[in-house]
């Protein structure tokens, strides 16, 4: 084994979370997921079910958390991340894992003296006044919308994960993620790639919300672990907040048409209200990834897109 470090992965059997504990696995870590598979999938981590390296715990990060054995590192991502799971009846659910998630994680980080990376969001910046965004840009978020639950309580954690490492020399990491697609996400989950991709492989109307004109950078989920992987591993007293995305920015109804081009059939685009406080553009300045991880993304949307759809294809067919 390269590398005996256990390693902690709340969120585990999410889209990235999973896509995570396969690359850990991959490169000989030994792996705790942790999920109370609210939005996640056993699924999704069943070829690792089995492997000696691999352990599940079925754990809501609400609750404190407790493990019987000396872990190295923690990668917390344990949040509903679609604004369908997000919101409605599921608000303060979504804040109460923001927050008392992170204090629950930064108490186990700081029992085991383990270093611990936060999966923040762009949605820190809110309906940004500066573009593209840098980490310095501070945001510009509406503390009693409707996505206040998860940008207040993603904000909430970070300055958590800050106060733990001043006050208690917590070695922490904050990235902050751009919108990122790929293998494993749910056909359910009601994000944009997935909801255009399924729709057009089902021959459904296409929904787009608004005019179609807001925009989003898109990062294939291999470049986005890829970041994880640096960031956590990146020289101790470098915290971030680091961007993590794909600075490449479209418009909604430009992925809309390019998923249609590739998918084909006489597909229907039909126009939704937009909701409340959805930001009309966000695209991540990532130079300071490029500075202090040496990395930036690899994977272009069209490529993307190719695996993203073959695999919500295989899905599909099993249903
Ligand atoms: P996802 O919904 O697929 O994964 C989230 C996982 O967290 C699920 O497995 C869910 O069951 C689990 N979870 C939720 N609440 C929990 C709780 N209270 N206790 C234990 N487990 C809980 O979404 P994802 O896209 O994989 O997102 C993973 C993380 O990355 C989230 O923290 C999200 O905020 C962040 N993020 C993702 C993106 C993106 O574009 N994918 C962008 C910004 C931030
Ligand atoms: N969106 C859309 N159709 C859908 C789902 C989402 O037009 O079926 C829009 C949504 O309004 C937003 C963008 O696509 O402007 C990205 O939405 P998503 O939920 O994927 O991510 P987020 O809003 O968190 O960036």
């Known amino acids: 084994m390269k590398d005996s470090k256990t390693i902690v992965v709340t969120g585990g059997t999410g889209f990235l979370g999973s896509n995570l504990c396969a690359r850990l696995i991959k490169d000989g ?68 894992t923001c927050v008392l998630g992170a204090l629950n994680l930064l108490e186990l980080a700081k029992r085991n003296g383990a270093t611990i990376l936060q999966a923040s969001t762009s949605e820190v910046y809110g309906e940004p006044a500066v573009h593209p965004q840098p980490e310095t840009y501070r945001g510009n978020v509406n ?58 492989l089902k021959g459904e109307d296409i929904t787009l919300y608004g005019d179609g004109s807001q925009t989003r950078s898109f990062c294939y989920v291999d470049d986005l672990i890829e970041a994880f992987i640096r960031m956590m591993n990146s020289p101790k007293g470098f915290t971030g907040p680091v961007n993590t995305g794909n600075p490449g920015e479209f418009t909604v109804k430009e992925l809309a048409d390019l998923v249609i081009s590739k998918i084909g059939g006489k597909q229907h685009i039909v126009y939704q209200p937009l909701p409340k406080d ?42």
């Not at 599940?56 to 404190?64: G, R």
């Not at 106060?163 to 697609?181: P, W």
């Not at 966000?282 to 994977?299: C, M, N, Q, S, V």
């Open 278 to 319: 959805d930001p009309t553009h966000r695209k991540p300045d990532i130079t300071l990834a490029k500075e202090k991880l040496g990395w930036e993304p690899k994977i272009k949307l069209s490529e993307g897109l190719d695996k993203t759809i073959a695999y919500f294809k295989s899905i599909l067919e099993e249903k």
């Open 29 to 96: 870590y030994r792996v705790i997921c942790v999920d109370n598979n609210y939005t996640g999938r056993l699924k999704n981590v069943q070829e690792l079910q089995n492997h000696p390296n691999f352990r599940f715990l079925l754990h809501d990060v609400i609750q404190p958390l407790e493990i019987d054995e000396k872990i190295d590192q923690i990668y917390n991502l344990a949040c509903p991340a679609s604004p369908r799971h997000y919101q409605g009846k599921a608000a303060v659910f979504t804040t109460k």
């Open 143 to 200: 503390p009693i919308g409707i996505r206040a639950c998860y940008d207040e309580g993603k904000r909430c954690a970070e300055s958590l994960f800050f106060d733990y490492h001043r006050e208690e020399g917590v070695d922490i990491k904050v990235v902050r993620i751009f919108n990122t697609y790929g293998p494993n996400m749910n056909p359910e989950d009601g994000r944009v790639v997935s909801n255009i991709i399924c729709q057009a």
